[in-house]
């Protein structure tokens, strides 16, 4: 009896021992834990989606190269935003510009606008914000560095609807726009002909014949004279001196 128990148990431990599968790598049971399952299902979604995209592309090819050239146009208005400092330098440069001119003969639009951002920067009352593909310089109330209960008081501050009444300027691929077209002509004072008649305060540009004339007498005005020209100049007054002595001797 004892024997048949003893062989008994060693039929099952058998059992047990080949029902129990054998142990699985470290790589096999982190796919099959639940990080590894939802990575798994996440790269075969992208890899769907990415053959898709190609097939898409390849069947319509004008409508992919928009979508390309619109990407593509995106990422480079993105990267040549331009930031604070370059609107600082900016800034700084014009004004420079307009200091080496006489204040008589500035433009009195670039003047204003110069020193009206000059004045602000100085306050501290500059703000720079990035929008993405473009950047908005705009003006704020206060400096943010200073202690009044205005100035931090979130219940006071100013909304955001208010904000295209308060952008000074807009950067976009590497440009500051109002700021260069502000900047137009600023060696031009314009206050200077406003006495003139109204048909002197408008220049219209001249016509091809007129530049091409004022090109030919400005090109023969560096010719040298010829001596042929100064003897045909001579001979009508050598003719009126022989006439005046003619005239004195049958007196």
Known sequence: MASMRTARRMFCAAAQAAATPAPSSRWERLKRSK????????LSDYKEAFREMVV???????KSSVYL?????A????????????????LLERSNQLSL????????????????????????RLRYASLGLLSVVYRADYDPDATLYEAHCSNLSVPWRELPQRVLDVGFTGCW??????????????????????HLQTTTPPSPQQVERNERLHRDSWLPLTMEDKEEERKPVDKMENVSEQSQIKL
């Not at 050239?69 to 146009?73: D, E």
């Not at 990422?75 to 900016?90: I, R």
């Open 35 to 42: 990080a590894g399952v939802w990575c798994g299902s996440l």
């Open 56 to 62: 898409g592309a390849w069947e319509r090819p004008l």
């Open 69 to 73: 050239s619109l990407l593509g146009g």
């Open 101 to 124: 001119l006489s204040p008589w003969i500035r433009n009195g639009i670039s003047d204003g606008h110069v020193q009206s951002l000059v004045k602000l920067r100085n306050e501290g």
């Open 177 to 198: 726009w109002m700021l260069d077209s502000k900047m137009k002509d600023y060696d031009i004072n314009n206050d200077e002909y406003k006495h003139l008649p109204a």
């Open 75 to 90: 990422y480079v208005c993105f990267h040549t935003k331009p930031d604070q400092s370059s609107f600082e330098a900016a």
